[in-house]
């Protein structure tokens, strides 16, 4: 396909992206950014494109990719500044239920299980935890997806039975 042709067609999905856009940021200005983003990389990739594969289709999964990395990085960027004395409260949500005695004791004997995983199930299942995703975990500990899947999920289920008798409904 010609860069001509493919700028054309680029530019006949301009109004729908934009509306894609909007759908997945529910804001005006970060879909016009999201837009350009998009724009600007199905431009950079146009070598990458193959001529029997539906242009739409193709320039949609870039949007929702450039979305879904955009996401994760602000995710994993957002820094806490912890104003208490307890420190230990840092990575804990403000309704985790430490303000109460039970609690404090519910997270030390939380934190304590978790260390007493072995390192091939607390490893994964800790980066799980912190918001990496399975395939994002794969491939820092070298595993095997599915290995990495079933580590969490052992991981899980130890946690759950050693942790059963904690809970103050």
Not at 35 to 43: C, G, I, S
Not at 56 to 66: P, S, Y
Not at 85 to 96: F, V
Not at 110 to 121: D, F, N, V
């Amino acid at each position: 396909m010609s860069s001509k042709i493919f700028q054309t067609k680029l530019m006949e999905v301009q109004r729908n992206l934009l509306s894609f856009a909007y759908t997945l940021t529910s804001n005006r200005d970060d879909a016009y950014d999201l837009l350009q983003d998009t724009t600007l990389k199905a431009l950079d990739s146009e070598d990458k494109y193959v001529d029997n594969v539906n242009f739409k289709g193709w320039v949609f999964t870039i949007m929702r990719n450039l979305f879904i990395n955009k996401y994760r990085r602000q995710v994993r960027s957002v820094v806490v500044i912890d104003q208490s004395d307890d420190l230990y409260q840092l990575n804990l949500s403000q309704d985790s239920g430490l303000e109460t005695p039970e609690g404090a004791v519910n997270a030390k004997e939380i934190r304590h299980m978790l260390a007493q995983l072995p390192p091939e199930l607390g490893e994964p299942f800790t980066m799980y935890v912190r918001g990496y995703h399975y395939a994002e975990i794969a491939k820092e500990m070298e595993l095997p997806l599915g290995t990495v899947k079933s580590r969490i999920f052992q991981a899980r289920k130890r946690l759950q039975s050693a942790l059963s008798d904690l809970r103050y409904d």
